[in-house]
């Protein structure tokens, strides 16, 4: 008799936001995934949080795999604002 074993990770996939297209790992807690998960990524050069919420559940090829989107509202501006640009003094 053979015992399934259950993975103790999950892949995150981040289907839009700044991080459309990537993936991760994050380990089940309690068995169970994450319904929010904050990222800290840099993107143009500003180090920003992102706040992504759990969607579809689905196996691909035996692990667990689930969408996460992107919650705009509640992350930090995914652009540099212009004005905020000149005020370390490029280009003087």
Same mark, same amino acid.
């Given at each position: 008799? *053979?015992?399934? !074993? &259950?993975?103790?990770?999950?892949? %995150?996939? @981040? %289907?839009?936001?700044?991080?459309?297209?990537? *993936?991760?790992?994050?380990?089940?807690?309690?068995?169970?995934?994450?319904? !929010?998960?904050?990222?800290?990524?840099?993107?143009?050069?500003?180090? +920003?949080? /992102?706040? @992504?919420?759990?969607?579809?559940? !689905?196996?691909?090829?035996? &692990?667990?795999?689930?969408?996460?989107? /992107?919650?705009?509202?509640? +992350?930090?501006?995914?652009?540099?604002?212009?004005?905020?640009?000149?005020? /370390?003094? /490029?280009?003087?």
């Amino acid at each position: 008799m *053979t015992e399934a !074993r &259950q993975d103790p990770e999950y892949i %995150v996939e @981040y %289907v839009d936001g700044p991080l459309v297209g990537q *993936t991760d790992r994050r380990f089940l807690v309690g068995g169970e995934v994450d319904e !929010r998960i904050g990222v800290i990524a840099a993107v143009e050069g500003l180090e +920003s949080t /992102f706040w @992504y919420v759990a969607g579809e559940k !689905r196996d691909v090829e035996g &692990q667990l795999q689930v969408s996460y989107h /992107f919650d705009e509202p509640d +992350s930090d501006p995914v652009a540099a604002d212009k004005e905020d640009e000149s005020i /370390f003094g /490029f280009g003087a």
